[in-house]
């Protein structure tokens, strides 16, 4: 059974930098794409970054956010940095087969249960 499970989510202030993780189990993780997407209240889920055969941003956080991963832990790593309000979302991680339309939902088999970042002052 595939389990994809994220942590690091949490409360911080604008300009702040957080890292997420997303620890996964029960698939051949080397082989898949490892997307990031979010979802604030009221909108839809956007995709953030992806690291297939090379690393993905959306504009919106290119340059601030980093993705990684670690294919001998098992996990994968967005790194944020100077975080805005408009940041404040639910972070997903997700997997796919590597190939897949990066940065569309639908790419993608698998996902955790979501972390919570809150960027306030």
């Known amino acids: 059974q595939v389990q994809l499970v994220e942590s690091g989510g949490g409360l911080v202030q604008p300009g702040d930098s957080l890292r997420l993780s997303c620890a996964a189990s029960?698939?051949?993780?080397?082989?898949?794409?490892m997307g990031w997407f979010r979802q604030a209240p009221g909108k839809e889920r956007e995709f953030v970054a992806a690291?297939?055969?090379?690393?993905y941003y959306a504009d919106s956080v290119n340059g601030r956010f980093t993705v990684s991963r670690d294919n001998a832990k098992n996990t994968a790593y967005l790194q944020m940095a100077s975080l805005k309000p408009e940041d404040t979302a639910v972070y997903y991680c997700?997997?796919?087969?590597?190939?897949?339309?990066?940065?569309?939902?639908?790419?993608?088999?698998?996902w955790g249960q979501g972390t919570q970042v809150t960027v306030s002052s």
């Open positions: 997700a997997a796919g087969r590597r190939g897949v339309i990066y940065f569309l939902s639908a790419s993608y088999n698998y």
């Open positions: 029960g698939l051949t993780f080397g082989t898949h794409i």
């Open positions: 690291f297939g055969w090379t690393t």
